[in-house]
């Protein structure tokens, strides 16, 4: 709050140091997602999505510009989200590339309010899920994002609602929660819970939507 | 349009209020007194001391919306009138934290309930705490006052279905049920209370203590996060403040110096105790962000033959004490039930799950009917409450453990709220918990609450209510103000907000906030002025 953190500069300019104490705790199998931090740059397998065309890589509008979320954690969205909307997902190609992209987008239109500390965490999440030894080893996900079945993706969410260990129910729990309310939040998928949106009389009365 | 903004009109006729954001340099100024935030208990003591003539600058974190802003949607509500964009959890993540941010606080989003603190806590503080000046008797006339100053009077509407089905429920099973108090004018009724009322009905502290204020002479600053209190000798000299650019989470890098004579933090449970602990504020029995209590809320979902319409409706109007205090006042945990709004976000976010069991569960929303358990945390040795400290850079963070004494009342909490949803009709329910199925009976949903582990991050725990971290008391070895606000060893310093309860309150805390605040804004203000 009124100095940089000295772990965060630390981290930046010596990314070997963490690089190593990182390898060190995720193949002792430590799994403290607090000790491991990978910079963008150490996971950077970015290769362009194999299995799947990018949703967001093909997006007719990419007016929106992402402030938080890096290539690699849109293309682990890319892959989580079929499992995580499943049914929901329209199945039209093209409907349903623009509803994952747009998904994504407010995913990180909404992490942009959650402040520095929170966002510090889910950057550890992320990282941890993109960084091929620690997906493998932590997630158990053994393909790139990319290349992740819809099949795979779910096993992989089950896992960590079912797991024994906090940590995995709370790496969920983000998960969920952040994809969950970016989707069902929107407008345009208000229709899947049968919300009808705010009364219209409402709507019509109220000076704030009179935008004339 | 026969609508009139209060808000628009003041800002209008010249209300001094400027916006962190728009500052291009850093700024001194002074005042009698600096009050830190807007909610419930910054609010009260800025109207009330700027009514008496005092000089008051407003300090709030959040930033200033009102009606041109309340759309009735979550997305844009959540990101911005909510700690965190609404992702405050306890430092384990095991507990989601619902709390304002913006002028006005969490008045600005909360759900109109209005309960007086009961008779029992503040029997309870006067015997444990020594307050004795606290007494249920003592603090009636306030209580009157603030009913009237927010204007407090029970729900004359039918409840909608949500609420319906509790009292409903409760009937059946000869459980007491009563209606709430809320503070509305004019309420349409609409159940968007949570996002930011879009009619001004409610008489939060934006439509009340924050214009009284305003129209008084006092100052506001919001964008303005209130960074340290900055002492000299045993005095606060002055405050130190940074301003956030108009996306309310950038820091522009431009400070403002606040003087005055006298320093009221009301940035509420986790805020204020956060702001002591920066500011190195003399603690010598370490009591700071210590015995913070939360409420905790566990949830039941249940699928109903007839529409419910969760999302409509005035969000709070029936509530149930038959759990409450049965126990006696310091026995077994004691829960209050209550009903939440359900609209898709949030449904969506607090029901834990995804793919095609999430959409089942959402598809189902039109029928979806939630019970709320709120325990009363903090009247049992068993019951510490959580500590509130700082992170490595400075912003403050809630450790909450959930002790055994707790678990055992969240899981009889889960048993009574399955009850009363199948007494009332329910086709099944769901309980938020990580492993929990839909029972379609009762039998099956009780098996599950005895089978299922109450474990951190398995049961879905929430907190609305957060309270102490400053509590009161008239010994300074376990309290950090007295029963006045007044901080035990900083002569001007006072505490005017949630923070200041030595336990929770076992109601919705608002209107405790607001009685207390008036007491001692009223005797702080006397003090100041003669
Ligand atoms: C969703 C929701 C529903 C609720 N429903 C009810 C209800 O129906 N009935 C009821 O009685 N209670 C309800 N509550 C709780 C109630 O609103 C609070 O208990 C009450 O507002 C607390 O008052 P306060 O003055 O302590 O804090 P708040 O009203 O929260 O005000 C604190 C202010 O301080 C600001 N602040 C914090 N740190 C700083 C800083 N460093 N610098 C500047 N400003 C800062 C915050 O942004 C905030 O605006 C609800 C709360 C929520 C979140
Ligand atoms: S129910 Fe609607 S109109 Fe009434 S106070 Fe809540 S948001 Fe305002």
Redesign the interface.
């Given at each position: 709050?009124?100095e940089p953190?000295?772990?965060n500069s630390r981290q930046s300019q010596f990314p070997d140091l963490d690089r190593r104490s990182f390898l060190k705790t995720g193949l002792g199998g430590a799994l403290f997602l607090g000790t491991v931090s990978v910079t963008a740059g150490l996971s950077g397998c970015a290769t362009r999505p194999a299995g799947r065309l990018s949703a967001v890589g093909t997006r007719m509008d990419a007016s929106y510009q992402f402030r938080f979320l890096n290539r690699d954690d849109i293309t682990l969205f890319e892959a989580l989200l079929p499992?995580?909307?499943?049914?929901?997902l329209p199945e039209q190609p093209q409907a349903r590339n623009i509803a994952i992209a747009g998904t994504i987008e407010?995913i990180d239109?909404?992490?942009?309010?959650?402040?520095?500390?929170?966002q510090k965490?889910l950057r550890r999440l992320f990282d941890l899920l993109n960084f091929g030894l620690t997906r493998v080893t932590i997630a158990r996900v053994w393909s790139n994002w990319p290349n992740v079945t819809t099949t795979e993706a779910?096993a992989f969410?089950e896992r960590w609602?079912?797991s024994s260990i906090?940590l995995f129910?709370?790496g969920?729990?983000?998960l969920?929660?952040v994809?969950?309310?970016?989707?069902?939040?929107?407008r345009d998928?208000?229709h899947?819970?049968?919300?009808p949106g705010?009364?219209k009389q409402?709507?019509d009365a109220?000076?704030?939507?009179?935008n004339a | 349009m026969s609508l009139t903004d209060r808000i628009a009109q003041g800002l209008e006729s010249g209300w001094k209020v400027t916006d962190g954001a728009s500052l291009t340099g850093n700024l001194t100024t002074e005042a009698d007194v600096v009050v830190v935030g807007t909610g419930a208990g910054g609010g009260t003591t800025a109207e009330i001391l700027a009514r008496n003539g005092l000089s008051v600058i407003l300090v709030e974190e959040g930033r200033l919306y009102y009606q041109k802003d309340f759309k009735m949607d979550e997305l844009t509500s959540y990101a911005n009138l909510y700690q965190e964009g609404m992702s405050r959890v306890t430092r384990d993540g095991a507990i989601a934290i619902l709390q304002g941010r913006c002028v006005g606080g969490s008045t600005t989003v909360n759900w109109t309930s209005s309960f007086r603190t009961p008779e029992a806590t503040l029997n309870y503080w006067a015997d444990q705490f020594g307050l004795d000046d606290l007494r249920p008797a003592a603090m009636a006339p306030w209580f009157n006052g603030r009913e009237e100053r927010h204007n407090v009077a029970l729900w004359q509407v039918d409840p909608n279905v949500n609420n319906d089905i509790l009292r409903q429920g409760c009937e059946k099973l000869g459980y007491s049920w009563k209606i709430i108090p809320r503070n509305v004018k004019g309420c349409w009724n609409l159940g968007y209370c949570g996002v930011g009322c879009p009619t001004n009905a409610k008489q939060g502290a934006l439509m009340t203590t924050i214009p009284g204020a305003l129209d008084n002479n006092a100052r506001l600053f919001h964008s303005l996060r209130a960074d340290k209190l900055v002492m000299n000798q045993d005095r606060i000299d002055h405050l130190q403040a940074t301003a956030f650019a108009s996306d309310g989470i950038t820091p522009t890098g431009v400070t403002v110096t606040l003087k005055a004579r006298h320093f009221v933090v009301a940035a509420s449970a986790i805020g204020s105790p956060g702001l002591l602990l920066r500011s190195d504020i003399p603690d010598p029995h370490q009591r700071i962000g210590k015995r913070s209590f939360i409420h905790p809320v566990n949830a039941s979902v249940a699928q109903m033959p007839q529409r419910v319409d969760p999302f409509y409706g005035a969000p709070q109007s029936i509530y149930s004490d038959e759990f409450n205090f049965r126990n006696g006042v310091d026995g077994p945990v004691g829960y209050k039930l209550e009903v939440p709004p359900l609209h898709p976000g949030m449904s969506s976010g607090v029901i834990p799950g995804h793919g095609e069991t999430q959409i089942n569960n959402m598809t189902g929303l039109p029928h979806m009917q939630s019970v709320i358990a709120l325990l009363r945390d903090g009247f049992h040795p068993e019951s510490p409450g959580g500590t509130v400290s700082l992170r490595d850079d400075g912003s403050p963070v809630l450790d909450y453990p959930v002790t055994d004494y707790l678990w055992t009342g969240l899981r009889e909490a889960f048993h009574t709220m399955v009850e009363i949803q199948f007494a009332a009709g329910a086709e099944k329910v769901r309980l938020m918990h990580l492993d929990s199925n839909w029972y379609h009976t009762l039998a099956d949903a009780k098996a599950a609450i005895n089978r299922l582990p109450m474990e951190p991050h398995r049961v879905r725990l929430f907190t609305a209510h957060q309270m102490g971290g400053c509590g009161m008391g008239i010994n300074p070895e376990n309290s950090v103000v007295n029963s006045f606000g007044e901080h035990h060893h900083v002569s001007n310093l006072s505490v005017h907000d949630a923070s200041v309860f030595p336990t929770s309150i076992g109601a919705n805390p608002q209107l405790s906030v607001y009685a207390l605040s008036a007491r001692n804004s009223s005797r702080l203000a006397n003090k100041l002025v003669n």
């Amino acid at each position: 709050m009124h100095e940089p953190n000295p772990h965060n500069s630390r981290q930046s300019q010596f990314p070997d140091l963490d690089r190593r104490s990182f390898l060190k705790t995720g193949l002792g199998g430590a799994l403290f997602l607090g000790t491991v931090s990978v910079t963008a740059g150490l996971s950077g397998c970015a290769t362009r999505p194999a299995g799947r065309l990018s949703a967001v890589g093909t997006r007719m509008d990419a007016s929106y510009q992402f402030r938080f979320l890096n290539r690699d954690d849109i293309t682990l969205f890319e892959a989580l989200l079929p499992a995580m909307i499943g049914p929901g997902l329209p199945e039209q190609p093209q409907a349903r590339n623009i509803a994952i992209a747009g998904t994504i987008e407010r995913i990180d239109a909404g992490i942009l309010n959650f402040g520095p500390a929170n966002q510090k965490e889910l950057r550890r999440l992320f990282d941890l899920l993109n960084f091929g030894l620690t997906r493998v080893t932590i997630a158990r996900v053994w393909s790139n994002w990319p290349n992740v079945t819809t099949t795979e993706a779910d096993a992989f969410l089950e896992r960590w609602r079912t797991s024994s260990i906090g940590l995995f129910n709370n790496g969920y729990i983000a998960l969920t929660k952040v994809s969950n309310v970016a989707f069902y939040g929107h407008r345009d998928f208000w229709h899947l819970s049968g919300y009808p949106g705010p009364p219209k009389q409402a709507v019509d009365a109220l000076p704030q939507f009179n935008n004339a | 349009m026969s609508l009139t903004d209060r808000i628009a009109q003041g800002l209008e006729s010249g209300w001094k209020v400027t916006d962190g954001a728009s500052l291009t340099g850093n700024l001194t100024t002074e005042a009698d007194v600096v009050v830190v935030g807007t909610g419930a208990g910054g609010g009260t003591t800025a109207e009330i001391l700027a009514r008496n003539g005092l000089s008051v600058i407003l300090v709030e974190e959040g930033r200033l919306y009102y009606q041109k802003d309340f759309k009735m949607d979550e997305l844009t509500s959540y990101a911005n009138l909510y700690q965190e964009g609404m992702s405050r959890v306890t430092r384990d993540g095991a507990i989601a934290i619902l709390q304002g941010r913006c002028v006005g606080g969490s008045t600005t989003v909360n759900w109109t309930s209005s309960f007086r603190t009961p008779e029992a806590t503040l029997n309870y503080w006067a015997d444990q705490f020594g307050l004795d000046d606290l007494r249920p008797a003592a603090m009636a006339p306030w209580f009157n006052g603030r009913e009237e100053r927010h204007n407090v009077a029970l729900w004359q509407v039918d409840p909608n279905v949500n609420n319906d089905i509790l009292r409903q429920g409760c009937e059946k099973l000869g459980y007491s049920w009563k209606i709430i108090p809320r503070n509305v004018k004019g309420c349409w009724n609409l159940g968007y209370c949570g996002v930011g009322c879009p009619t001004n009905a409610k008489q939060g502290a934006l439509m009340t203590t924050i214009p009284g204020a305003l129209d008084n002479n006092a100052r506001l600053f919001h964008s303005l996060r209130a960074d340290k209190l900055v002492m000299n000798q045993d005095r606060i000299d002055h405050l130190q403040a940074t301003a956030f650019a108009s996306d309310g989470i950038t820091p522009t890098g431009v400070t403002v110096t606040l003087k005055a004579r006298h320093f009221v933090v009301a940035a509420s449970a986790i805020g204020s105790p956060g702001l002591l602990l920066r500011s190195d504020i003399p603690d010598p029995h370490q009591r700071i962000g210590k015995r913070s209590f939360i409420h905790p809320v566990n949830a039941s979902v249940a699928q109903m033959p007839q529409r419910v319409d969760p999302f409509y409706g005035a969000p709070q109007s029936i509530y149930s004490d038959e759990f409450n205090f049965r126990n006696g006042v310091d026995g077994p945990v004691g829960y209050k039930l209550e009903v939440p709004p359900l609209h898709p976000g949030m449904s969506s976010g607090v029901i834990p799950g995804h793919g095609e069991t999430q959409i089942n569960n959402m598809t189902g929303l039109p029928h979806m009917q939630s019970v709320i358990a709120l325990l009363r945390d903090g009247f049992h040795p068993e019951s510490p409450g959580g500590t509130v400290s700082l992170r490595d850079d400075g912003s403050p963070v809630l450790d909450y453990p959930v002790t055994d004494y707790l678990w055992t009342g969240l899981r009889e909490a889960f048993h009574t709220m399955v009850e009363i949803q199948f007494a009332a009709g329910a086709e099944k329910v769901r309980l938020m918990h990580l492993d929990s199925n839909w029972y379609h009976t009762l039998a099956d949903a009780k098996a599950a609450i005895n089978r299922l582990p109450m474990e951190p991050h398995r049961v879905r725990l929430f907190t609305a209510h957060q309270m102490g971290g400053c509590g009161m008391g008239i010994n300074p070895e376990n309290s950090v103000v007295n029963s006045f606000g007044e901080h035990h060893h900083v002569s001007n310093l006072s505490v005017h907000d949630a923070s200041v309860f030595p336990t929770s309150i076992g109601a919705n805390p608002q209107l405790s906030v607001y009685a207390l605040s008036a007491r001692n804004s009223s005797r702080l203000a006397n003090k100041l002025v003669n």
